[in-house]
């Protein structure tokens, strides 16, 4: 089943908050007939002053933990999810290179995956030139929402039903 086909099963909607993957997420999800009942919309951020204005973020928080950063993709899955008003978001953040950036390697990816009320962050590091890297990011990203759906479906039950 592809990612429209198992939120239509469960009823569930997404969002997207992008900054390495500049909207490929999105875009992937939206290959699919049937996203508009289940993709409510996303937000390319890819500079620190999108990321504060358009998703909320503090730029303390982001001078503090790095723009590339676990904490910065979950501030950011938090955000859009909250925004858009989905019950799931995904977020990207990382260099794809073909440099370093902040002293973090090319192809390093950071995601924040929001499943309803439960946080789940990593870091990833894929080979290639940047849009191979951005490729890998967001196969990594569809299949692991995917995953965490599965993970989480006893207790997505238990919610869904409130």
Known sequence: MNIVEVLKEKGLTISTAESVTAGLIAAKICDYSGASSVFKGGIVAYTKEIKCNLLSLNMNDIEAFG????????????????????????????????????????????????????????????????????????????????????????????????
């Open 67 to 162: 723009v590339y950063s676990e904490e910065t993709a979950g501030n950011m899955a938090l955000s859009i999810k909250k925004k858009t008003g989905s019950d799931l978001s995904i977020a990207t953040s990382g260099v794809a290179g073909p440099g370093m950036d902040e002293n973090v390697e090319a192809g390093t990816v950071y995601f924040g995956f929001q499943v309803l009320d439960r946080l789940y962050t990593e870091v990833k590091f894929f080979s290639g030139n940047r849009n191979e890297v951005r490729k890998q990011a967001v196969e990594f990203a569809i299949n692991r929402i995917i995953e965490l759906l599965e993970q989480n479906a006893h207790h997505l039950s238990i919610i869904i039903r409130r």
